[in-house]
């Protein structure tokens, strides 16, 4: 049978890049090691965090699936970082980790144009610089126009418990054996990570007095801004600590550990340490936060979220056993750490196709990136720019100041990573911007011109745009001043400059728009998320416009495009350290050459003034 294109792998980057090429009418064929771990949530039964909310609502915003499928089954929702700035607040759910694969696996079944086969593809055979078909172990060639590989930890992947290992994927899946080969074979640079999770422990044999509650936050915005009303929290999280006689029981035996012993060879994430590294990095701290969190709703399974390991079973059940409430603790499954194959980034382009291989794109993990969300943002790309090829469209490429998955990529195919890469709003220089409830604000108009948007989807978005101009509307209206007068005597402020408007009003850091609404009357109708959506773009009106006006100046670089076929050895004036990375990395445009490790402002200078002598001589 033929296909528009094949999808490899059938986690978070394989569904959403799989969705988004069957709907948009191409002919996808799906293909996964075990149709049971389909969107399976390997390690942390969660979706979001920090930067990583942002992510998830912005693959909603373009027509993804990722934050509908978490809002199905949403657990315990809450919203990161309320005490800070709202550029760095992030929604994260707890979700029921079997509901959320099987609401997926019933979303990709019942998809237009997408057919779904359990098998295994060993090889990507292309004809010259072109992909035309895969093999799968049955020896079958499927034809196919693309590829889009989303294998995850799955190539060649080994699960380390201490002096014990075996060649298997997460939570006891089979690995993939040859594809890792054949990649090999055409040419690219392979690399080997690793990362790891934490034992599940029984719910009943904890002692939940001994930990602190944390509960979910209600009546606040969801994932999808398809959902019209946030589901209930139902589900209870804890903290609680390690102690010095837990950090005593690891130093004891760093011996034993994978890590340590040479066992591992894979590089682990910097920001999501195992708890045996975190012990030795960070020797001063006397005790660690670990948190409790159900993974289904009978909630008998928990995961330990901070004290990831691969020290061996006995030192396991001793650690765990130190901890103040796990005295009695039952391990369900034990914690392990996980390597496996993945490629260097700096190979793809924008678009996530491969730079060599027309037709060859790449997403998730396999790109060296950790999470769901960032494996999930980069799978509706590399789907969206397959159809695009397919469709003789132009490519779908996302700046930075657009969205956080354009700070992704741009990171990954302009300076790669050596580590897993997890996305931060440390990352993004314009995350004021880029905050998680202007997502749909940014990004529909865009996947609308795609066609992922759909027409109730729009519908949505359109009525949101239209109660944002109410609200507007309202602000710039003249309020009554002895009304004035007396909000002002209840909050204590003076009347110098005594404003006119609600708009001057919402200005004073001591006034909310919840406090206009209350007190004039006002905003009838419109929802909380419309109305704090509002109240962010007045409040932090003198920000947003000066980040504007550093992004214009930036679109500039970027709009200069550059020829991905020239040879920098030309320039005589660049360093040979600059002609060498522009050489190898073939920058689109002058704005990415100024990202590129190795490349100065000076040489960017150099390229700049070259760039306007060959404009003046009518040069490509």
Known sequence: MNYDSVVIGSGHAGCEAALALARLNNKTLLTTLNLDSISFLACNPSIGGTAKGQLASEIDALGGEMGINADKNILQLRMLNTGKGVAVQSLRAQVDKHSYHQTMKETLEKQKNLDIRQCEITDILTEGDKVFAVKNNFGEIIKTKTVVVCTGVYLESRIIIGEFSKNEGPNGFVNSHGLSKSLSNLGFEILRFKTGTPARVLSSSIDYSKFEMQKGDDNIQTFSFMTQKQPPNTAVCYLGYTNENTHDIIRKNLSRAPMYSGEIKGVGPRYCPSIEDKVVRFSDKIRHQIFL??????????YVQGFSSSMPVDVQYEMYKSVEGFEDVKIMRNAYAIEYDCINSLELLPTLESKRISGLFFAGQINGTSGYEEAAAQGIIAGINA???????????????????????????????????RMMTSRAEYRLLLRQDNADIRL???????????????KIFKEKLNNIKKVESQLDKVLDTKLIKKFLDSKSESYSQLPK???????????????????????????????SYVETQVKY??????????????????????????????????????????NKFKPLSLGQASRISGVSPADISV??????????KGSK
Do not use: W
């Open 293 to 302: 969190e159900p993974e289904d709703k009978s909630g008998s399974e928990i």
């Open 387 to 421: 159809s695009q090829k397919l469709q003789n469209k132009n490519p779908f490429i996302l700046r930075r100041d657009q969205a956080y998955i354009g700070v992704l990529i741009d990171d990954l195919v302009t300076k790669g990573t050596n580590e897993p890469y």
């Open 444 to 458: 529909t108009e865009l996947g609308r011109e795609i066609g992922l948007v759909s027409d109730e989807r729009y």
């Open 501 to 531: 408007t609600a708009r001057e009003l919402l200005k004073r850091s001591s006034v909310s728009i919840f406090d206009l609404k209350k007190e004039f009357k006002i905003f009838d109708d419109i929802s909380k998320n419309v109305l």
């Open 541 to 582: 009106e003198g920000y947003l416009k000066r980040q504007e006006l550093l992004i214009n100046q930036m679109k500039k670089n970027e709009d200069v495009k550059l020829d991905a076929d020239f040879d920098y050895n030309k320039i005589k004036g660049l360093r040979l350290e600059a002609r060498q990375k522009l």
């Open 607 to 616: 390229l700049t003034v070259y760039l306007s002598m060959q404009k003046r």
